[in-house]
């Protein structure tokens, strides 16, 4: 068994993706990050670094449980004990990853803050929209053109790449986007989107999450972007 302390954000449902390609059995243990809870001593025990995703796997490396934060490193680590969405071919293997630490060292953080600045920020930025609107359409186009070369991020085989990229890559119009201009793209979303396993992850905690698009209250913005935040701990 799995338990998996998460909430549903792109980040929490590349790892609710990956537990039901896998078929894996898991506990889902809700974080609410809009409520601070992502900061109580018992979370911060096995995500320091007050993020979810994170797992306890009761079954880890020598049947003892075993914990992990940041969601590239379950995908690898899920990867690795199921067999399953990462070759052990070492170069197909090594194009997965680098399309994985694509997805996690730039569409992730330049697509969070293309979000967070054309929808969340308290002060209209003109300088930080710009930016990171024109970051966002630039990390789209490299996907485009990949995509219009390969069905899968990391060849023809749909793979972890792929699991950690999805959930950041859908609404690209939240981040200034037209996805008729990404036409590859739009075929591998919806190619995605129809596989069984990713319709039930992305269902996951889905009951439970404000769209905070529509208005952030004070006491919110506080947890998730203001002294709350970043409060010592």
Known sequence: MIDVYTWPTPNGHKVHIMLNECGLE?????????KGEQ?????????????IPAIIDNDGPDGRPYSLFESGAILIYLADKTGKFLSKDAEQRYTTLQWLMFQMGNVGPMFGQAHH?????????????ERYTNEAGRLY??????????TYLAGDDYSIADIA???????????????????????WLDAISI???????????????RDLTKGIDEETRRIMFGDKQFARR
């Open 195 to 209: 596989r069984p396993a990713v319709e039930k992850a992305m269902k996951v905690l889905a009951d439970r999450r």
């Open 39 to 51: 900061f109580e001593p018992d979370f911060l025990a096995i995500s320091p670094n007050n993020r």
């Open 165 to 187: 990229t999805y959930p950041w890559s859908l609404n690209p119009q939240r981040r200034g986007q037209d996805l008729e201009e990404l036409p590859n793209v739009a075929r």
């Open 26 to 34: 898991h506990e889902i243990h809700g974080v609410d990050i809009q």
């Open 117 to 129: 600045f054309r929808s969340y920020a308290a002060d209209n930025v003109e300088y930080a929209v």
């Open 141 to 150: 186009r490299i996907m485009n053109k990949r995509l219009g070369e390969r």
